[in-house]
């Protein structure tokens, strides 16, 4: 079975033995914590803090809170702790142009360098993905999406892409959270799971013209979700700091 080849998307049931194992565990488990929000945009905390919520001890929690700090995701703020980065909707429509155009690059270059073995494992995601859409939970299709994302930044192999897509899909993935559970909590996943399923079956189909259209359809909802967010959710669920201004 090659590497990534498990459609199952177990949690590891090791935290890891090494430092680097243990450091990309630590990173995994804060950004979901992110993700959905459970660390709270725009709340502080401490090193400690996440040590107690992971379980993790102090070196590879303070080494995920720095690489997320560098994906922004993060704000160290020297003798406050640090800072979960609030939901700044404004900043997030601006990088949305941006992740479309990266997007669209990387899934046409999927198209261009994808072995038939690639192709294959994009297959059976896209097929576990399709025989679950219709009871689907948020967290399940969240591993789905992370999956994807790994899949295909694999099969492109550029390290640029990954460092600079990788924080953009976190940021995005907790837009899709707010979105389903607070902007239209009473929406189905129809709409995303379709996006993502017409962007696998162009890369499968080796369709570059097709691969781009339907992700540029993807950030198209993106950007609906965005909209929905601003329209429907309080500001204070996007940054807990506004709830201290208006005290």
């Not at 399940?140 to 897509?165: G, H």
């Not at 953009?168 to 389903?180: A, E, K, P, Q």
């Not at 162009?202 to 359809?217: E, G, I, N, P, T």
Request: include cysteine; charged fraction near 25%.
């Amino acid at each position: 079975m090659p590497d990534g080849q498990d459609i199952a998307l177990p949690v590891p049931q090791d935290k890891g033995r090494d430092n680097k194992s243990l450091l990309e565990h630590a990173y995994k488990e804060i950004e979901e914590l992110i993700v959905t929000c459970q660390l709270r945009p725009g709340s502080y905390l401490r090193i400690r803090d996440l040590q107690d919520m992971t379980g993790y001890n102090r070196m590879p929690v303070y080494q995920a809170v720095t690489r997320l700090a560098s994906d922004t995701l993060i704000t160290i703020r020297p003798r406050q702790g640090v800072q979960i980065a609030p939901v700044d909707l404004p900043r997030t429509a601006i990088l949305l142009k941006l992740r479309r155009d990266m997007e669209r690059f990387l899934v046409t270059l999927a198209c261009e360098k994808s072995s038939p073995q690639q192709r294959t494992l994009l297959g059976q995601i896209s097929q576990a993905m399709e025989e679950q859409s219709a009871s689907m939970s948020l967290s399940t299709f969240n591993r789905f999406d992370l999956q994807i994302d790994a899949q295909i930044l694999k099969i492109c192999d550029e390290p640029f892409l990954e460092y600079s897509l990788r924080p953009l899909h976190t940021m995005f993935r907790r837009i899709g959270w707010i979105y389903h559970t607070h902007a239209k909590p009473n929406q189905d996943l129809a709409d995303t799971v379709h996006g993502h399923l017409g962007v696998l079956r162009a890369v499968l189909a080796q369709d570059a013209q097709a691969a781009a259209k339907a992700s540029d359809r993807l950030m198209d909802f993106m950007g609906a979700t965005v909209n929905a967010i601003e329209r429907n959710v309080d500001p204070k669920l996007l940054n807990v700091g506004l709830e201290l201004d208006t005290a």
